[in-house]
């Protein structure tokens, strides 16, 4: 059964940084792209970040510069690295994951539950 | 970039009705569109892709259909637990997400 697991979320002060993790398990984790997708409260969803099986990573502007998306295969864990945080970054924060192995992908079959990241001081 | 604008905003039906989404692109998408449904406090769930293909697990009487710029997601017969907000979705330069469509009880 695929499952993802989000941690890291909670509260930082604007200009601050976090770190949110995705546990992968049920699949083959390094075969497959994976992307972060945000939701601000009440609002709809914001896509963030997409990584490949490869490695190459691609960013939405609003977030360009500021979050860098890694992998680490060994440990089945997506990341999210946050910095320069804005008070408009606050969201629930899901990963999510291709639905085929390898090359690009248009959609995503398995998301994880979210986790809430607020920026206020 | 493309924007998908998904209409209605809103949507209110009884259980047992039809309901059909729209999600419109602004330039053509091919049939690379997907739709997802969430319901509050949950994750979104994979409901369409390919703009017509059923996910695993997703009942019949959710179909989607379209090419090019105009999709609809269609419920044949609302059930109780259809009552969310639907998403359509789009992967070009960047990931795209219409607005939603809340579909509420009437």
């Known amino acids: 059964e695929v499952q993802l697991l989000e941690s890291g979320g909670g509260l930082v002060q604007p200009g601050g940084s976090r770190r949110l993790s995705c546990a992968a398990s049920g699949f083959t984790f390094s075969y497959y792209a994976m992307t972060w997708v945000r939701q601000a409260p009440g609002r709809g969803l914001d896509w963030v970040s997409i990584?490949?099986?490869?490695?190459?990573?691609f960013y939405a502007d609003s977030v360009e510069g500021r979050f860098t998306i890694s992998r680490d295969n060994s440990k089945n864990t997506l990341y999210l690295q946050m910095n320069s945080l804005r008070a408009e970054d606050t969201a629930v924060y899901y990963c999510?994951?291709?639905?085929?192995?390898?090359?690009?992908?248009?959609?995503?079959?398995?998301w994880g539950q979210g986790i809430l990241v607020t920026v206020s001081s | 970039e493309i924007v998908l604008t998904q209409s209605p905003a809103t949507l209110s039906l009884s259980p047992g009705e039809r309901a059909a989404l729209s999600c419109r692109a602004s330039q053509s998408v091919s049939s690379y569109l997907a739709w997802y449904q969430q319901k509050p406090g949950q994750a979104p769930r994979l409901l369409i892709y390919d703009a017509s293909n059923r996910a695993t697990g997703v009942p019949a009487r959710f179909s989607g259909s379209g090419s090019g710029t105009d999709f609809t997601l269609t419920i044949s017969s609302l059930e109780p637990e259809d009552f969310a907000v639907y998403y359509c979705q789009h992967r070009s330069t960047s990931i795209t997400f219409g607005q939603g469509t809340r579909l509420e009880i009437k």
């Open positions: 990584i490949t099986s490869g490695g190459s990573t």
């Open positions: 999510a994951k291709a639905p085929r192995a390898g090359g690009a992908t248009n959609y995503f079959d398995y």
